[in-house]
């Protein structure tokens, strides 16, 4: 069996998926009961909540795109960036799903570099904000400054609800443009 059931019921075939079988509920749904950094963080902070925060840090004509970047994870979950690199048959996945969800949103293949960056500049943030503090590098994060803005986490509802409003205000605003 290589399909799942998602939250609104479709069936999603992760090893080849189309872009009918792509559902934003899904996406919020899914990404806002989904913890960043495998579950290790101080308390709960969703995939959601963290979309949210990269699509306010990139020009807003890339906001959509960031707002969707892991949406992939909504259907095959989080994985930390370290144990990401060990698997090339989950990385193969990711690929084949965004693909689907570029699709199904009219979005790019490939991520943008000022998406990619966002997405170091919210990691950076949320290490300061939601890890237990230890002197260890992350080469990844070297030459990367956080954001300002403390992150607070918020419940799964709220993520799920300030996704779909995100999204809805950036469709909306690509409507009247």
Avoid at 19 to 48: E, K, M, W
Wanted: contains cysteine; proline residues 8%; glycine residues 4%.
């Amino acid at each position: 069996m290589t399909w799942i059931q998602t939250y609104s019921g479709k069936r999603l075939d992760v090893t080849d998926p189309v872009p009918d079988q792509i559902d934003i509920f899904d996406i919020a749904h899914a990404l806002a009961n989904t913890c960043r950094f495998g579950g290790h963080c101080r308390t709960f902070y969703s995939v959601a909540q963290h979309s949210v925060h990269v699509s306010y840090l990139v020009p807003e004509p890339l906001a959509v795109v960031a707002l969707l970047h892991d949406a992939a994870e909504a259907y095959l979950t989080d994985v930390p960036l370290p144990f990401k690199e060990l698997m090339p048959d989950y990385q193969r996945l990711e690929h084949r799903l965004w693909r689907a969800i570029a699709g199904k949103f009219n979005l790019p293949t490939e991520l943008p570099d000022e998406v990619r960056h966002a997405d170091l500049v919210a990691l950076a943030t949320e290490r300061r904000d939601l890890l237990k503090r230890l002197p260890d590098r992350w080469p990844v994060l070297d030459g990367i400054s956080p954001d300002p803005v403390v992150r607070k986490p918020v419940s799964p509802d709220e993520a799920r609800r300030i996704f779909l409003i995100r999204y809805g205000a950036l469709q909306a605003r690509m409507a009247t443009s």
